[in-house]
Structure formats: structure tokens, C-alpha cells
């Protein structure tokens, strides 16, 4: 251990207060480690019962009445909600599995009574029916969770690249850059948790670090559609544009994870436009063009790794 130590002080070079701070965090634990044990095995045992429900209404046995089924999710979605209101230590555990729960209540209803509506509809149902526990909870993994629903819904609705960008190159929105700013919300959504008054989350990286991830799949989705699928400027422009807003973002607030996500959509974008550029000239040669795109791409990418280094390197 001395002997790794020893090389990370040399490799990154470290100054002696640095030295000292690895030295103490590897030789003694957190002073508060048996709650974040405790925590942990909380969160994880909450994750596993909510999913064991979800797959077992998606299992759809026979043997079980359709009555004992409703009763029990019901059962399963009350308990949680109102255990939470008496164990305030375990209350963003218990209130994680009851919007589980109310998922897989939900799902079942939709598989068992057949009422027509179509995938995004329960889901839209489930974010709008579980905010108010998120909002209580003041968790970022709870925030999560409710982005990644919300998000599903809003990519079944759109029909966006997010969850199949082929299928959608025969089938189009007729307002495709409106659905640009449909993601926005989504996008914001966690940089605006520490402003709220009264229910504020301190940190949401992981929030931030999702929605990141929904939002620029589908703007740089539909940005290359737009290049390569339908060649409507307006849509790649549009793309562009909320890309480089969340680059900006990103890179104002230094979250290197979201930054991450923003330079690789910006690269992706951009090589794109590139590509279509150098290939659609009359007359010129391809592998000049080629030559051309090995060049581009191996200049963005590593002068992007190189800022997000220097970056890095700044922050510690």
C-alpha cells in the first residue's frame, strides 16, 4: 500500500498537504461509514423488492386471482407511503420502493384491464402521481428514478431516437424541432432542485448526470436524423444550438460528468455535419474526403480529452 501511494504522489505530483489527505483517506475509514453501510443496504434492498414486483406483474401467473394481485401492489404501494411518515431515518428508502410499487400498480391495471392507453400514458401517470414523494423525499436518487420515468414517457410519446432511432426515419412528428424543446424541462429539471424553496436538494450530480444523458441522446439523435435522414437544416441547427446551451451550462457549473456527455454530443454533431459536407461536394475525390474526416475526427476528440484533462486537473 505505502509503495502505491508513493507512486500516485510521484506520477500526479502531489503537493505535501495532498500527500497527507491520500495517506489519511487510505488508512483510516469514514467516521461515519456504518450509515453509509446501513444506507446503502437500504437503498439496495428497496431496489430489489420494487423490481421483484415489477417482475412479477410482468410474469402475469395464472395461478394468482386478479384480485389478490390489485390488493397486494395496493398493500405494497400504502405500506411504504405511510411507514415514511413515522421513520423520518428511512423515509427516502421507503418512499424509493412505493413509487416502485406504484409502477408496477399501474402496469398492472394497463396489462390486466386492457384500458387502451398507450405506454407513455402510464408513464406520464407514474411521474405525475409519484412527484409529490420526490418532492418530499429531497433525494438525487430519488430524482433519478423520477427523470428516468418522466424521461421514458416523453421519449414513448415524441417516438425520438432515445429508445429507436431507425424506426422513426419512416415516421416522423411533423413538428420535429417542437420536440426538441420538449426535452428541455428534463434537461433543467436538476440544476433548478437547489432553488427549491423549502423541499431544495444540496447536490443532484446524479440528476444532473441523467438527464444529461436523455436530453443530448436525443437532440444529437435527431441532429444527425436531420443530416443525414430528412437533410432539414432547421432540425440539425436546432440540435446544435441546445447542445452547445448545455456545453455552456456544463462548463459554467465545471460538472465534468455532464461536459463529458455535452463534448461528446457536440463532436458527434459536428463530424456529422462535417461528413455530410465533404462527401455531398460534386466532383470531389473520396478518399481526399476521407483523409479529411480521420483528420477532423482525431483534432475534435483529442482536443476535447485534453480540456476536460485541464479541466480535471484545475479541480482538485
Same mark, same amino acid.
Given at each position: 500500500?505505502?509503495? =502505491?501511494?508513493?507512486?500516485?504522489?510521484?506520477?500526479?505530483?502531489?503537493?505535501?498537504?495532498?500527500?497527507?489527505?491520500?495517506?489519511? $483517506? /487510505?488508512?483510516?475509514?469514514?467516521?461515519?461509514?456504518?450509515? *453509509?453501510?446501513?444506507?446503502?443496504?437500504?437503498?439496495?434492498?428497496?431496489?430489489?423488492?420494487?423490481?421483484?414486483?415489477?417482475?412479477?406483474?410482468?410474469?402475469?401467473?395464472?395461478?394468482?386471482?386478479?384480485?389478490?394481485?390489485?390488493? *397486494?401492489? #395496493?398493500?405494497?404501494?400504502?405500506?411504504?407511503?405511510?411507514?415514511?411518515?413515522?421513520?423520518?431515518?428511512?423515509?427516502?428508502?421507503?418512499?424509493?420502493? /412505493?413509487?416502485?410499487?406504484?409502477?408496477?400498480?399501474?402496469?398492472?391495471?394497463? #396489462?390486466?384491464?386492457?384500458?387502451?392507453?398507450?405506454?407513455?400514458?402510464?408513464? /406520464?401517470?407514474?411521474?405525475?402521481?409519484?412527484?409529490?414523494?420526490?418532492?418530499?423525499?429531497?433525494?438525487?436518487?430519488?430524482?433519478?428514478?423520477?427523470?428516468?420515468?418522466?424521461?421514458?414517457?416523453?421519449?414513448?410519446?415524441?417516438?425520438?431516437?432515445?429508445?429507436?432511432?431507425?424506426?422513426?426515419?419512416?415516421?416522423?412528428?411533423?413538428?420535429?424541432?417542437?420536440?426538441?424543446?420538449?426535452?428541455?424541462?428534463?434537461?433543467?429539471?436538476?440544476?433548478?432542485?437547489?432553488?427549491?424553496?423549502? $423541499?431544495?436538494?444540496?447536490?443532484?450530480?446524479?440528476? #444532473?448526470?441523467?438527464?444529461?444523458?436523455?436530453?443530448?441522446?436525443?437532440?444529437?439523435?435527431?441532429?444527425?436524423?436531420?443530416?443525414?435522414?430528412?437533410?432539414?437544416?432547421?432540425?440539425?441547427?436546432?440540435? $446544435?444550438?441546445?447542445?452547445?446551451?448545455?456545453?455552456? =451550462?456544463?462548463?459554467?457549473?465545471?460538472?465534468?460528468?455532464?461536459?463529458?456527455?455535452?463534448?461528446?454530443?457536440?463532436?458527434?454533431?459536428?463530424?456529422?455535419? $462535417?461528413?455530410?459536407?465533404?462527401?455531398?461536394?460534386?466532383?470531389?475525390?473520396?478518399?481526399?474526403? *476521407?483523409?479529411?474526416?480521420?483528420?477532423?475526427?482525431?483534432?475534435?476528440?483529442?482536443?476535447?480529452?485534453?480540456?476536460?484533462?485541464?479541466? #480535471?486537473?484545475?479541480?482538485?
Amino acid at each position: 500500500m505505502s509503495m =502505491l501511494i508513493h507512486e500516485l504522489v510521484r506520477r500526479h505530483a502531489l503537493s505535501p498537504s495532498q500527500a497527507q489527505r491520500l495517506w489519511q $483517506c /487510505a488508512s483510516q475509514p469514514p467516521a461515519n461509514w456504518p450509515v *453509509l453501510l446501513q444506507r446503502a443496504l437500504m437503498l439496495i434492498a428497496a431496489l430489489l423488492l420494487g423490481a421483484g414486483l415489477i417482475f412479477w406483474v410482468a410474469a402475469h401467473w395464472p395461478a394468482q386471482s386478479r384480485s389478490f394481485k390489485l390488493n *397486494l401492489l #395496493q398493500v405494497a404501494v400504502f405500506l411504504p407511503g405511510a411507514l415514511a411518515l413515522f421513520l423520518p431515518r428511512a423515509r427516502k428508502v421507503l418512499l424509493l420502493l /412505493a413509487l416502485l410499487a406504484l409502477g408496477g400498480l399501474l402496469a398492472f391495471v394497463g #396489462q390486466t384491464y386492457q384500458t387502451g392507453a398507450d405506454a407513455w400514458q402510464l408513464f /406520464a401517470a407514474w411521474a405525475v402521481l409519484g412527484f409529490v414523494w420526490v418532492l418530499l423525499a429531497r433525494s438525487d436518487g430519488l430524482w433519478a428514478v423520477w427523470l428516468l420515468i418522466a424521461g421514458t414517457g416523453l421519449a414513448l410519446w415524441s417516438g425520438d431516437a432515445l429508445l429507436n432511432p431507425l424506426a422513426e426515419l419512416f415516421r416522423r412528428s411533423p413538428h420535429p424541432v417542437a420536440l426538441l424543446a420538449c426535452w428541455l424541462p428534463i434537461w433543467l429539471w436538476p440544476w433548478l432542485l437547489p432553488y427549491l424553496p423549502g $423541499c431544495a436538494v444540496d447536490e443532484a450530480r446524479l440528476s #444532473q448526470v441523467l438527464a444529461a444523458l436523455m436530453a443530448l441522446a436525443a437532440w444529437t439523435g435527431e441532429g444527425l436524423w436531420g443530416v443525414f435522414g430528412s437533410q432539414a437544416l432547421d432540425l440539425y441547427a436546432a440540435a $446544435c444550438a441546445l447542445v452547445f446551451l448545455a456545453l455552456l =451550462l456544463a462548463w459554467r457549473r465545471r460538472a465534468l460528468a455532464v461536459l463529458a456527455l455535452a463534448l461528446l454530443s457536440a463532436n458527434s454533431l459536428f463530424l456529422a455535419g $462535417c461528413g455530410r459536407l465533404f462527401f455531398s461536394i460534386e466532383g470531389s475525390d473520396p478518399f481526399t474526403a *476521407l483523409y479529411g474526416m480521420a483528420f477532423l475526427i482525431a483534432t475534435s476528440i483529442g482536443l476535447s480529452v485534453r480540456w476536460l484533462h485541464r479541466l #480535471q486537473k484545475a479541480a482538485r
